[in-house]
């Protein structure tokens, strides 16, 4: 009997006809076959019809309707069709096209969680149904995303300001990035100090106020001794004690400390459990390998599937943290047989987040005796990094629990507090495979009473820092606690984000750009509930229970669509003003919008009126933009493009001013001093430091660099100091600026 398998990417063909030996056929798909057509109103591909839809679907390309081509010649071939694309909504879904693509009556299902002969023969021999819930799930997600992209795409377009698209996940997060940097532009650092103490008897301690510090009063959030960080690569914050905020009391505090006698107040010491985390889910996998490899999410999936389609790990889409029961009993085995004393008597028990698919796996090696160093060889350098991650993290999961001894001194001069804090590994448990404790803060044993010998003591001035930027890492686990998206869609809105240039990496971290900001305030105006998290996070909800069968799509959708969508679009196109049809003709050449402009301060050297910066793609520009006098605005025309040599804005040759050529002047004249040299000498080559000006993101910045040209692309390459809000200029390589 001639059977055929049917699965997605052809990376696991020759795996699978291994293990499935003589008489099948294995053939992929590569990936999805068909798409919502391109017509219809809006270019949908579907009709809403009262409270039905009408799905119109088309090959997705002429590569897929080949692969259509050639699945029809293996099906004439077979005797049983088996349908083995991936065990998620989409996977279910891309079965369903192929189902009708292919017109196959009653195919057999078979889902499998990680390519090894055990779980593929268990999944042959008790095959399945398509789940026509998850279908019906995978096609509302293709035809919300259609709607909410396309005719909200037209209306990003008004915009005129090179915006492309608009997205239901892609909007909220570019939110919650946009969010994050209105606090930063809106935070204003404030001055404190941290006042401490040293002891000759070798320990440390902060200021903790002038009564008695309870051991449960958090003073601040920096003081929380958090032992646990995330999987994005949080630090443990160091104490700080409480904070002083003035330099009169900062000094009176050390006053009191150097002239008044130290002694213990109390020595506070217990034991503490520390849990070992959750096995992988797609979202921790992704912040992980951001905060331990350096790898950004897109990166992390595709290391994933590699290592998934050799065999050597579950399915790396999950937001299940469950692990079989034979992997913790297998895990149990190697354990006993490595690291006997590391067997608890009753594995750490994790439950999934709600809405969890909790039939799939977390994320794990199919083979616990496949140890990170056996494998290495058979691996690339990132594939091995990356199943090192997932194997060690794991284990650690079926280990005992980490056991910390935790001490806390308090000590008195006058009437003043002070404490010290500090823990040490006693029992490592799981932490042996995955640390994740603050290294070990170990005080010295004194008693209640005991006189102490001051060392030291004195304040430490600081500023309070503004909320960081998202890196990736951090921003897939704020996509996962705001409910936006799914563990699919956490990489590819990332990419997206970046591509449309909306973000870009700035020192490793997501930075909205210009038209980013710009596009997130203009939909907080016309469509703001379509941003907020909240409410992306309710229509994930919706997919889910469309998913679990309790709601219908089509009633969901067209509900949604009448009720909310399609009036508050209304709304939002009134409130637009009206521009040129993106339907009218365009002379051929030109582009049908206009590019991107943000008005400068610089003077057109032709007519004095205010240039305006034109952003641009072409390669033939130095810069990403040139400057114009718009005489649609009144102006006369001219053009600049930025000339890095001379680190200013020129006209074009044929539009400089013709001068005669200036004659030597005699050996002993002296050349006139610009107006902007400073008194300030470059240390590198002794000429003076000019002043220069320039703008970025919309802002006027000033800098001090060396005077001479030629040394600027030589020697004096790096002296560059820069304006700082402190009211002094300061490099990252230099310091202050020295007179």
Not at 627 to 638: H, I
């Amino acid at each position: 009997m001639a059977n055929l398998l049917i699965i997605e990417s052809g990376g696991k063909v020759k795996k699978l006809k291994s293990i499935l030996g003589a008489g099948w056929t294995v053939k992929a798909s590569m990936g999805h076959v068909r798409e919502l057509a391109d017509d219809g109103e809006d270019s949908l591909g579907f009709d809403l019809d009262g409270s039905h839809i009408h799905c119109r679907y088309v090959p997705r390309s002429s590569q897929a309707k080949k692969i259509l081509s050639e699945l029809r010649g293996a099906i004439r071939q077979a005797d049983r069709i088996y349908l083995g694309t991936d065990p998620d909504r989409e996977g279910e879904t891309i079965g369903w096209h192929l189902t009708q693509a292919l017109r196959l009556k009653n195919p057999l299902r078979v889902t499998y969680t990680e390519i090894t002969k055990a779980a593929v023969d268990r999944a042959i021999a008790h095959p399945k149904t398509l789940d026509s819930n998850l279908v019906a799930a995978g096609r509302a997600r293709d035809c919300l995303d259609k709607l909410v992209g396309y005719k909200g795409s037209r209306l990003v377009w008004r915009l005129n300001n090179g915006c492309k698209s608009m997205g239901r996940v892609q909007s909220a997060t570019l939110h919650l990035l946009v969010k994050r940097e209105q606090e930063i532009l809106a935070f204003k650092p404030q001055d404190y100090w941290v006042v401490w103490v040293e002891y000759q008897e070798g320990f440390k301690a902060v200021y903790a106020g002038r009564t008695y510090p309870q051991t449960t009063q958090r003073r601040n959030s920096r003081d929380k001794n958090k032992t646990q960080p995330d999987d994005a690569g949080e630090e443990t914050p160091v104490s700080e004690g409480t904070r002083v905020l003035s330099q009169e009391d900062a000094d009176q505090l050390v006053a009191i400390a150097r002239t008044h006698a130290h002694y213990v107040v109390t020595v506070e010491g217990k034991t503490v459990k520390q849990s070992p985390p959750a096995a992988f889910i797609t979202s921790t996998l992704q912040q992980s390998a951001g905060a331990k490899l350096k790898l950004n999410p897109e990166v992390t999936m595709k290391i994933a599937q590699s290592l998934y389609e050799a065999g050597h790990i579950t399915y790396m889409r999950t937001d299940s943290v469950a692990l079989s029961p034979e992997f913790c009993q297998a895990a149990k085995q190697w354990l006993l047989q490595h690291d006997p004393d590391n067997v608890p008597a009753r594995v750490a028990a994790h439950r999934s987040k709600s809405g969890a698919q909790e039939a799939h796996e977390a994320i794990r090696p199919t083979h616990v005796e496949r140890t990170p160093e056996q494998l290495s060889v058979q691996l690339t350098r990132d594939e091995a990094k990356l199943y090192d991650l997932i194997w060690n993290r794991a284990i650690a999961t079926q280990c005992c629990q980490a056991q910390l001894s935790k001490t806390r001194i308090v000590t008195q001069s006058g009437d003043v507090f002070w404490e010290a804090r500090g823990q040490v590994l006693l029992v490592p448990g799981y932490t042996r495979y995955w640390h994740n404790i603050a290294a070990d803060s170990q005080l010295p044993r004194v008693q209640p009473g005991q006189p102490l010998t001051l060392d030291n003591a004195g304040a430490d001035k600081k500023q309070t820092q503004p909320p960081p930027r998202y890196s990736e890492p951090k921003l897939v686990q704020a996509m996962e606690r705001s409910g936006i998206g799914r563990p699919s869609t956490y990489a590819p809105t990332i990419k997206t984000l970046k591509a449309r240039n909306y973000v870009q990496l700035s020192k490793g971290k997501l930075q909205p750009t210009q038209l980013g900001m710009e596009l997130d305030a203009f939909l907080a105006q016309v469509l703001p509930d379509l941003i907020q998290p909240e409410f992306t996070a309710k229509m994930e909800s919706d997919l889910d229970a469309i998913a679990s069968g309790k709601l219908d799509w089509e009633c969901y959708l067209t509900g949604w669509n009448r009720d909310y969508f399609a009036p508050a679009l209304n709304s939002a196109f009134s409130q637009v003003p009206e521009i040129a049809s993106q339907t009218q003709s365009t002379p051929k050449g030109e582009s049908k919008r206009r590019p991107r402009t943000e008005l400068t301060d610089y003077s057109c050297p032709k007519c004095q009126h205010r240039m305006t910066k034109v952003f641009s793609t072409s390669k033939k520009l130095k810069a990403d933009h040139f400057l114009s006098c718009d005489n649609r605005e009144g102006g006369c025309g001219a053009v600049m493009f930025w000339n890095a040599k001379a680190g200013e804005y020129e006209l074009p040759r044929s539009d400089r001013p013709v001068t005669a050529k200036p004659a030597k002047p005699a050996k002993s004249a002296k050349p006139a001093k610009p107006a902007n040299l400073t008194e300030y000498i470059c240390p590198k080559c002794g000429k003076p430091l000019e002043l220069y000006e320039y703008e970025k993101e919309g802002q006027t910045k000033k800098m001090l660099r060396c005077a001479n040209p030629k040394s600027r692309q030589g020697k004096c390459k790096n002296v560059a100091y820069f304006w700082t809000k402190r009211g002094t200029f300061w490099s990252p390589k230099l310091g202050e600026v020295k007179g």
